[in-house]
């Protein structure tokens, strides 16, 4: 998988071939996002055939920001894009797990979340393939990839207030209220993965979820009880 730990996927809209406005935008990859971890690796060992950010709204990977490619070892291309900062340079030869980056939201990444965007393409570069055989991620969103679990016990997770929103990455402030996966519901009890940082992994239905905040100056907005 691009990171150790837990791969998400929070929205159908980061899957491989998803359609909007009527079939005009095509979304040649996935978008994954580190829940463990922020570090971009390689799924595949090759040559960095490019490692850049491009500004020129002429050349369409603009909206790729700092993306690295990598042809693989069986001649096709590995495309990370919306890095916050690459590790690699072209002409470096990588193995399979190597870091070439850091997760982030440069160029026209969607969502307004970090995350990175994968492609797989034929040896022409041109031609995108469905990247989940690669990946390790399903083609729908959904966490995927074993985690740090919470330890000792299991847990639940029950919201003390209505409202509160889920997201798709701890720490997301205000200003991607827009973007929560969803709303969790007050006095509902929610399975809980893991915390990080005053912040709750809970799961909504099978390997799907995402972050709620535990608490903050504010006051407290989860109850965390062992089952």
Known sequence: MIFKGRNQIPYAYGCYGYTRGGGATWHGGQDIVGLDDVRVRALRGGKVIRSRIVTDHSNLTWEW???VTIRTECGEQDIYAHLDSRAV???QTVKAGDVIGIMGSTGNAAGGYKHTHYER???DGKTAIDPSAVSGCANKAGVYGA???TAGAQYTATPLVSGLRLRPYPAADD?????AICYLEKGKSYPLVQTRNGWAFVLTEGTSGGWACISDDAGTYLSIEEV
């Not at 200003?175 to 973007?179: D, E, F, G, L, V």
């Open 89 to 91: 340079v072209a002409g």
């Open 175 to 179: 200003s991607n209220c827009n973007y």
């Open 147 to 149: 985690g740090e679990q």
């Open 121 to 123: 393409r034929k040896p």
């Open 65 to 67: 920001g700092n993306y």
